[in-house]
Structures are given as structure tokens and as C-alpha cells.
């Protein structure tokens, strides 16, 4: 059966540094012969004829057609939606919605824990605050005194735990707008209330998380996980998918049972952060690069979120 192919080749990928394991070994495969001596012309083409009648055979067992793939589907996890057409064949789909993540798994059936999943950080996203911003100045003039308030202390920007220098001013920024907002409509200023408001908004709309801040906090780090030991930690590198920038990385997950390939791509487009996994065998490999080949982020981002 031929090897799975990469679909990272033809692009110009380029490894990271940060990570300090060591990289997994490449196997180095013997190189064939290139002498003759002493054999006849008669034996090379009985040799070349064995030869190629092994290769029809073995192409004619690996050249089976793929499974016809599912119908594309748009998921609105986050503000920018993603399209994928899921996995065909025996692999089952679940929902993915933890650890600040919202999407979908989909699991082999009877493949003792080979799964593809993709999903968008929801949680990191909810950190906008535009969409809390926009609706409270939408409906300011409706609101009594004590939802006003309530609207006002939700659109605060959160302050723990930034992601990064750029995102903590941004969150600054905007709270002390809403502060000035707040001391303005207690003091019955609607004007001043307004322009605070409009600053607030502006300081939200002019920020966006970009790939390289967003990867300290979502890329795999075996000290983050239940057991480090399980993880070994091997290449990585910026490359392009989907069309767009992107960050791959090749681990394992070592196994009771046996080393499972761990494989990420990440993504962040709008500044929402996206990624698709695969967890499993060698030979399972394609079902993911056709997922993978499948993926789009549509140009409008102005869908509800579901």
C-alpha cells in the first residue's frame, strides 16, 4: 500500500525553534545498487519483468477509488464561519466542546481511539468585545438606569490572563471608555455617554489576534497536559492550507496499546483561531489531508453563531 501523502509538500513551510524536545529521527532507506557486474542482459530482464509485474499487482491492490467524500457543511462556531466536507467511511461523528473549544470529532469506528476533529476556540473569541459594544449602543436609549449598567459591566474587556502586550492595551482602552461612560450617564451627560461609548467600540474594532500571538496559548505543550509523558513533541512549521497561513505540527501520543500519530494544523482568520486534528494510525492519514483539502473560511463573517 503506497505511503500517505503530505499535503504540506510544494509549500514553503518553515520549521519552528521554540519547541526544545528533540525532533523524531528520519529513517534513512537503503539506496538500490547501480552495479552489474557479471550479470546478463538476459537476467536484468527477467529481473525487470518480476519487477514490474509486482508494481501492476501492488498498484492494482492500492489503486482502489477514495471514498466519495460528504457534502461540504458550514459550521458558525465563532464569528467567521468555517466550511469542511466531514470524513466518509466508518468514522462517527461527535461533538467537540471543551477546553475553550467548540466543533466536531469524528471517530473511528472500532479503531480504538483514531479520531480527525475540527474545531474554533470559541472561548478566546468571546475575548472581542465589538459584538457586546455594538449592541449596547444599539439599544442605549431603551435601556432603564439598572440595564444600562448591568449591558455596561458586561462589554468590559477581560483583563486576566492576556494573550498578549497588544491585546492587555486594547482591554485597557476599552474599560476606561466604559468608565467614562458610566460617570457620564450618572451624571446625565447623554453626549459625553455616547463619545465614550463610540471609543470603546473603535478601540475593539482596531484589534485582532493574530496567528503568532494566539499559538503560545493553543499549540500542543506536553507540560499543559494530564500526563507529559505521553507526548513527543516533533516537527513544526509555518506553512500555507486553505489558502491562508497556517501552523503544522507532527507528534505522537504514546499509548497503552501503541505510538498513535498526533498531527495539528491552527489557523486564525479574523481574528478567531481555528484548528483540525488527527489522532491515529499511518494508514488513516488521507482520511484527514481530504478534510483537510476541503477546508475554507468564507469572506463573510456576518453569520449568526449557532
Not at 492576556?162 to 471608555?177: C, G, H, L, V, Y
Not at 494544523?265 to 488521507?286: D, I, R
Request: proline share 7%; aromatic share 8%; with cysteine.
Amino acid at each position: 500500500m503506497m505511503a500517505a501523502e503530505d499535503p504540506w509538500a510544494g509549500h514553503s513551510g518553515h520549521p519552528r525553534q521554540f519547541r526544545t524536545l528533540a525532533l523524531a529521527a528520519i529513517p534513512e532507506f537503503p539506496r538500490p545498487r547501480s552495479d552489474s557486474h557479471g550479470v546478463s542482459m538476459s537476467g536484468i530482464s527477467a529481473r525487470l519483468a518480476g519487477s514490474l509485474a509486482v508494481t501492476l499487482i501492488v498498484a492494482a491492490g492500492c489503486g482502489a477509488k477514495a471514498p466519495r467524500p460528504e457534502p461540504a457543511e458550514t459550521f458558525t462556531w465563532v464569528r467567521q464561519p468555517i466550511t469542511f466536507s466531514p470524513p466518509s467511511g466508518r468514522w462517527e461523528r461527535q461533538g467537540e466542546n471543551g477546553n475553550g473549544t467548540l466543533g466536531v470529532y469524528f471517530v473511528l469506528r472500532g479503531g480504538g481511539g483514531q479520531c480527525i476533529s475540527v474545531g474554533a476556540y470559541r472561548q478566546l473569541a468571546e475575548r472581542d468585545r465589538r459584538e457586546a459594544l455594538a449592541k449596547l449602543i444599539s439599544r442605549r436609549d431603551s435601556l432603564s438606569r439598572r440595564e444600562f449598567l448591568d449591558e455596561l459591566s458586561l462589554a468590559r474587556a477581560r483583563t486576566e490572563d492576556p494573550i498578549s502586550d497588544r491585546e492587555a492595551e486594547t482591554a485597557r482602552t476599552i474599560n476606561d471608555d466604559l468608565s467614562r461612560a458610566m460617570t457620564a450617564y450618572l451624571e446625565g451627560s447623554p453626549g459625553f455617554v455616547a463619545a465614550s461609548l463610540d471609543g470603546a467600540l473603535a478601540a475593539a474594532a482596531a484589534y485582532e489576534p493574530t496567528l503568532e500571538e494566539l499559538l503560545p496559548t493553543i499549540r500542543l505543550v506536553p507540560a499543559r497536559m494530564q500526563e507529559p509523558d505521553r507526548w513527543r513533541i516533533a516537527y513544526e512549521r509555518d506553512t500555507t492550507l486553505a489558502g491562508l497561513p497556517a501552523f503544522a505540527s507532527d507528534d505522537t501520543l504514546i499509548t497503552p496499546e501503541r505510538p498513535l500519530l498526533y498531527r495539528q494544523v491552527f489557523w486564525v482568520v479574523n481574528g478567531c483561531a481555528f484548528h483540525t486534528t488527527y489522532q491515529g494510525a499511518p494508514e488513516n492519514l488521507k482520511a484527514w489531508y481530504r478534510v483537510i483539502d476541503t477546508i475554507r473560511f468564507p469572506e463573510d463573517g456576518h453569520v449568526a453563531v449557532r
